[in-house]
């Protein structure tokens, strides 16, 4: 009997019609593989994977093998945006295993959940020297059957293996301009010249080592750094990683000139790159990175975002072809005689030239990818304006692709942070809307009345996994960055109330942080991944979140915690600078202060609106007026008015500058 009918995950309904007798990951499905004496199969993914999508259809689907699968296996199916614990733990070990990770993954247990054997895509047939799916279960099956004494030997040595890695703590003290200065060395030792970002292909977009750079320019005054970041987000903004009609990133490019994306869209994706690119026009004030920055927002918002006020989790890759196939790319490719049939003759070839669309075609079958010319050449703004609408407006028509519509609480407070400041930034008080409905939702239903976060929900409803580190980390981040645009201080009481759970269970001795919390279900081993990959480690967001919420409050504990965390980033920073990006721009806070800004004045006055637009890294802000002020916010404890007119107070490393009733002053005390 299939079990996943009445689960949330939508990655996991996708699987709930196979003929395969999943279970969702849990204490029933090990004890049923006790039971029956059989070990269990693990098939981890997520809704817009696409190769997960190509071995559901080729195996899962197959009455044959799931028969076989059914009568000499436990099947249990998750999804690894609901289970980061579990994923991040079976991924280490296949890593170990292999030399590699991915999804979907396939790795084997016993019913005592240890692993034995790994891999990621099979095959229907054998393929490149891979063996078949059905291959690998028969073989396990013998070797089960046969050699039971050697598959326990191996997953106990894995496991023991998995157990001695826990990181003590990341380093003595923190991270130092020494380590700054290695790792921007590092990251410019693999820098692309000629197509920016970073090493080669695949290339993924480098939000959070771009952030780190716009925050050591804005501390140091390092051109190359500057250089680095705004060179590197333009290539992405006029590649066809960039949804060139609709707004919105893809999740990587698979060749290094940003070309060709794979095609799923990811929310965490878009909220970094929407605040990366609104930190960029802050910097610069450059016209490109604004519009991105708001064309990306108005995706998130237009595309992503659910009927209770949340966003959803991503788009998928694939999508019906005119065929009525289901490809990858397929909503959004062209060919010039798509565009000629939507445009007309002379727009068509405008468009064709425009947009780099080859009769060859950039991606497959003779269509491509759209994406900016590198040319710098004069365009009449409105033409272009004309032909995106119109050819956004064909688009609307074609076969839409899926949408993962389950709100993950870390992502949501990604898109809380990105939206309330491009919102502010740009006067745009709708997108500020969005991300206050989209806390009070996380706050509603996610925090509820257990008092602890889910990680996720679907259609109001919460679910039943408990909220990991960076669910906690990010929420806290997200209301932070609402408080100090709207002057909301329930914002700031709400971060500190999930920080004070990071203290209490995801701290341990020495400044270490876990990635699940004292008293949650008990793996393997205890997950603790302090690298920023697709987005900021739980440790590193955890850490950020603390740094600013003590500048916020004075508390010493949450700084004492933040920088004890920070350890890790001067152990890594030196090494690994790419894969420490979010704890490199959290380190620059650290140095600058951070600056804690507080003025004396109206919400959305100039002073307020000036201090946000302030460039200091990390620093944070409190706004408001009147005796209740303070209240609110500890920073406006005893900040008077000076001569009746509203006034910005600036302190940083326990010294404070004297108070300022003009905004320009303002300006240059924040790096602007």
């Not at 039971?148 to 997953?155: C, H, S």
């Not at 716009?214 to 190359?224: F, I, K, Q």
């Not at 890594?572 to 620059?588: C, K, S, T, Y």
């Not at 200091?616 to 303070?630: D, I, R, S, Y």
Request: contains cysteine; hydrophobic residues 40%.
């Amino acid at each position: 009997m299939n079990r996943l009918a009445g689960v949330t995950s939508p990655y996991l309904l996708q699987h709930a019609d196979n003929p395969v007798d999943w279970w969702p990951w849990g204490a029933d499905a090990f004890e049923e593989a006790r039971r029956r004496d059989v070990p269990v199969l693990l098939s981890v993914g997520y809704s817009a994977c696409h190769w997960c999508h190509v071995m559901a259809h080729e195996s899962f689907e197959d009455e044959t093998v799931a028969a076989y699968l059914n009568e000499r296996f436990v099947a249990v199916k998750v999804d690894r945006e609901e289970r980061p614990d579990v994923d991040a733990v079976y991924m280490e070990a296949v890593q170990a295993a292999t030399g590699h990770g991915g999804w979907p993954m396939t790795v084997f247990l016993t019913p005592d959940a240890e692993p034995f054997y790994f891999g990621t895509y099979f095959p229907p047939e054998p393929r490149h020297g891979s063996p078949s799916f059905q291959q690998v279960l028969e073989g396990v099956s013998a070797a089960w059957t046969d050699r039971r004494e050697e598959v326990a030997e191996v997953a106990g040595r894995i496991v023991a293996d998995l157990a001695g890695r826990s990181l003590a703590h990341g380093g003595e003290g923190v991270p130092g301009e020494p380590e700054i200065a290695q790792a921007l060395l590092g990251l410019t030792r693999e820098y692309d010249e000629q197509h920016g970002g970073f090493g080669g292909a695949p290339k993924f977009p480098p939000s959070m080592a771009v952030e780190f750079l716009l925050r050591h320019y804005a501390r140091t005054g390092s051109e190359g750094a500057l250089q680095m970041a705004a060179d590197t987000c333009s290539a992405m903004a006029r590649g066809g990683i960039y949804d060139q009609l609709g707004g919105g990133f893809a999740r990587y490019s698979v060749d290094r000139e940003w070309v060709v994306p794979h095609f799923e869209k990811m929310l965490y994706d878009n909220a970094l790159l929407c605040r990366v690119y609104a930190h960029l026009w802050r910097t610069t004030g450059s016209a490109e990175a604004r519009r991105i920055a708001l064309e990306t927002a108005d995706f998130m918002v237009r595309e992503l975002r659910t009927t209770e006020g949340g966003f959803a989790s991503a788009l998928d890759a694939d999508s019906e072809d005119p065929e009525g196939k289901h490809v990858e790319g397929a909503f959004y490719v062209w060919t010039p005689a798509q565009l000629r049939a939507v445009l007309g003759e002379e727009d068509g070839a405008f468009a064709t030239a425009y947009f780099g669309v080859t009769e060859e075609g950039t991606f497959e079958e003779g269509a491509s990818v759209l994406q900016l010319s590198g040319e710098a050449r004069p365009v009449d703004a409105g033409r272009v304006a004309d032909v995106r609408a119109r050819l956004l407006a064909a688009r609307d028509e074609r076969p839409r692709p899926g949408r993962d519509d389950k709100v993950v609480a870390a992502w949501n407070g990604l898109a809380i942070a990105a939206l309330a400041e491009t919102g502010a930034y740009f006067d745009r008080p709708d997108l500020v809307e969005r991300a206050t409905e989209a806390a009070d939702l996380l706050v509603r239903v996610h925090l509820g009345e257990v008092a602890r976060l889910t990680r996720t929900s679907k259609d109001g409803r919460a679910g039943t996994n408990a909220g990991v580190l960076e669910d906690y980390g990010d929420v806290a981040e997200g209301f932070l960055a609402l408080a100090a645009v709207t002057g909301e201080g329930a914002w700031l009481e709400f971060a500190g109330f999930l920080l004070d759970i990071v203290l209490e269970q995801f701290t341990g001795e020495g400044g270490q942080l876990y990635d699940t919390a004292h008293d949650a279900e008990q793996l393997i081993r205890r997950p603790q991944d302090p690298t920023d990959s697709a987005t900021p480690a739980g440790w590193t967001a955890a850490a950020g979140a603390l740094l600013s919420y003590a500048a916020y409050t004075g508390s010493e504990a949450h700084r004492t915690a933040a920088e004890g965390a920070l350890g890790v980033v001067k152990a890594l920073a030196p090494r690994a600078p790419r894969f420490i990006g979010w704890g490199l721009a959290v380190a620059e806070a650290l140095l600058d202060g951070p600056r804690e800004v507080a003025v004396a004045g109206p919400v959305g006055g100039e002073l307020h609106r000036t201090a946000l637009l302030g460039r200091a890294p990390g620093a944070v802000v409190a706004a408001g007026e009147g005796p209740g002020a303070g209240a609110e916010f500890p920073l406006l404890v005893d900040r008077p008015l000076v001569g009746g007119a509203p006034t910005a107070y600036v302190c940083r490393h326990f010294v404070c500058d004297a108070p300022t009733t003009d905004a320009a002053e303002l300006a240059v005390k924040l790096g602007g």
